[in-house]
């Protein structure tokens, strides 16, 4: 774990919660290859379709339809995949240390406004999957938001940390701190 002397200010560490960048990637390829391969097919079957009214119109929509999604969507995975390569979410007793390649950014608990934007279970076939499972945003004093989808491992562990510090005051306790650290105990973290 790369702890900085800046993010000691923000107390003991307490546990990390690091996003699953590979995975992202995984699943921008497979959607820009759908998507690809959409079109790939789309096009011929678009022109081909000129001027008749059989079947061949419906198909050609469905996969140029499939493909502009799937280069949409992959697009967009890939794009986040490289915005937030190596994120990382460690959380303190005194706030979270927010790491993405290679750059950490303090967030203490007063600079969280809230957690907003979250989602509940999404109980669409593959879901987790595709990394539209649960989902929160992190809003912060200075009206920046900070997303965390189920790409991120515990975000709902992650969510419920920050929403018991920002709006309950119940704040985390570090492993050294607690009388059960050493023991691995069921009370090793809180």
Do not use: N
Not at 55 to 72: D, H, Q, S, W, Y
């Amino acid at each position: 774990m790369r702890r900085t002397e800046a993010a000691r200010e923000l107390g003991g560490f307490v546990r990390e919660h690091r996003t699953d960048g590979s995975r992202r990637l995984r699943l921008a390829g497979a959607l820009l290859v759908t998507g690809v391969v959409g079109l790939a097919f789309g096009v011929p079957v678009t022109i081909a379709s000129i001027g008749t009214t059989d079947g061949a119109p419906e198909l050609a929509g469905l996969l140029l339809g499939v493909g502009l999604v799937g280069l949409g969507l992959g697009i967009r995975r890939l794009t986040q995949a490289l915005r937030t390569r190596e994120q990382c979410f460690d959380v303190h007793e005194r706030g979270l240390t927010h790491r993405v390649a290679g750059t950490a950014t303090l967030i203490p608990w007063s600079d969280i406004e809230r957690i907003g934007s979250a989602s509940a279970e999404d109980g669409r076939p593959l879901a987790e999957a595709r990394g539209m499972g649960f989902g929160f945003a992190i809003e912060l004093r200075d009206a920046r938001k900070i997303r965390v989808d189920t790409f991120t491992e515990d975000a709902r562990e992650l969510a419920a940390t920050i929403h018991r510090a920002v709006s309950l005051g119940e704040f985390p306790q570090a492993l050294t701190h607690h009388p059960d650290a050493l023991t691995g105990g069921p009370g090793t973290y809180s």
